[in-house]
């Protein structure tokens, strides 16, 4: 089959490899229909993600069809349309049953991290791909639902809902502001919808994205870079701040904004992944009474997720941006990688 293969910082290839066979008899093979590219491909391809090795195939996102399965898994059978998610987990281990897909202890030499997809072994940017836990790790697409929309499920809608909503504890009646309106944003802005907020923020230094927003379900768009961007956050509330704050990007300076606008009381979930340090000014803030949250998709919402999709209830389309030929995907990667200029969200690949 053909695969993207990584081969040390900043190189790539689409090329020939192996088929991939069953190892374990919880293991399925998906022929993949879609998949897409993550800003954590990006990281991997800069070196910044020390296991992964050369040789590894990418992708960690797609829906595929089930071609065979192994002698234990029962639940999935030949010819199911499935999800594939980004966090492989078990089901049984400690972590598992607690609720922390991400921590699942199973796999060999995954150092009891769930992402291990395109990560610690081959991933799904690839004809074929290996499933593990393939009853806990798939999910069948519902009726009615194509293969492009359901994707969406595979990591950005449960990182967004998870992360974002779900540990900032979002209720009906919240003012949430969402610092960074990119796919990850995007998902945290339109899955706040489902817990009924009063009012959605966005802000991001993109003028068009904040505009985009809206398109998600943000009531309001704040620009980053305007000089009293605080000050009009702040006009959207009582003037106390946002109930939750939601850091959907990753930098320093994006961290000091969320505690920027938070009320007391409020809660802080950050999304994004530092490749740096941040301050945390707990001598001014130890009076706050704030929560504060952070990890690693769990995934374990995928299901819920599913529900409502295949209901309609949730309409993530509009995350798809860019279309390629999964042959094609050193294009898609160029064009992802230069998403400020060609305004890509997801871009979509297809078999
Ligand atoms: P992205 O880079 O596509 O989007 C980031 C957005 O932030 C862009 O729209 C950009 O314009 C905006 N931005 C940049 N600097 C800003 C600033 N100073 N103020 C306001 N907005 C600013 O990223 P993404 O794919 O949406 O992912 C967001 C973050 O979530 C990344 O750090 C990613 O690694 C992380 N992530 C975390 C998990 C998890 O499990 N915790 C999973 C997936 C992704
Ligand atoms: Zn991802």
New binding site residues.
């Given amino acids: 089959m053909k695969a993207l293969v990584y081969h040390g910082a900043g190189a790539k290839s689409w090329e020939d490899v192996p088929d991939p066979t069953i190892i374990a008899p919880t293991d399925a093979i998906v022929r993949v229909e879609c998949t897409t590219i ?3 491909d990006l ?1 991997i391809l800069k070196g910044d993600v020390p296991g992964v090795t050369d040789g590894r195939i990418l992708g960690h996102e797609g829906v595929g069809i089930v071609t065979e399965i192994g002698a234990a898994v029962t639940e999935l059978a030949v010819g199911d349309r499935v999800i594939i998610s980004c966090i492989s987990s078990c089901g049984k281990c400690a972590s598992c049953i607690a609720g922390l897909q991400s921590h699942c202890r199973a796999e060999e030499g995954a150092a009891g991290i769930g992402w291990i997809l395109g990560h610690l072994i081959d991933g799904t940017q690839a004809e074929l791909v290996r499933i593990p836990f393939a009853e806990t790790s798939l999910h069948r697409v519902p009726e009615g639902v194509s293969p492009e929309t359901a994707m969406l499920i595979s ?1 950005i809608l449960p ?1 967004g809902h998870e ?1 974002g909503v779900k540990y900032g504890a979002v209720k009906a009646g919240d003012v949430v502001a969402v ?7 995007l998902a945290a802005i339109m899955t706040a919808g489902l817990y009924g907020p009063s009012k959605v923020i966005a ?4 003028a068009n ?1 904040g505009a985009q927003a809206k398109t998600f379900g943000a009531t309001h768009g704040v620009v ?1 870079s305007d000089a009293d961007w605080r000050e009009q956050v702040l006009a959207l509330t009582d003037g106390l701040g946002v109930d939750v704050a939601i850091e ?4 320093p ?2 961290w000091d ?1 969320v505690l920027e606008i938070v009320r007391p009381g409020g809660h802080v979930a950050n ?3 530092h490749g740096t340090s941040v301050q945390f000014p707990l001598e001014r803030l130890w009076i706050e009474n704030l929560t504060i949250t952070t ?3 769990n995934a374990n919402t995928a299901r819920m997720l599913t529900r409502l999709l295949g209901e309609k209830r949730i309409d993530p389309s509009g995350f798809v941006s860019h279309r390629f030929a999964l042959a094609d995907i050193e294009s898609a990667y160029d064009t992802f990688s230069r ?2 200029e060609t305004k890509a969200l997801k871009v979509l690949l297809q078999a």
Avoid: F, S
């Fill in positions: 993550c800003g954590t990281h990591d990182t992360i610092v960074g309106a990119g796919p990850v944003g802000i991001d230094l993109d994205r980053a959907a990007v990753g930098v300076k994006t904004m999304v994004g992944v990890g690693l998709v998403a400020a």
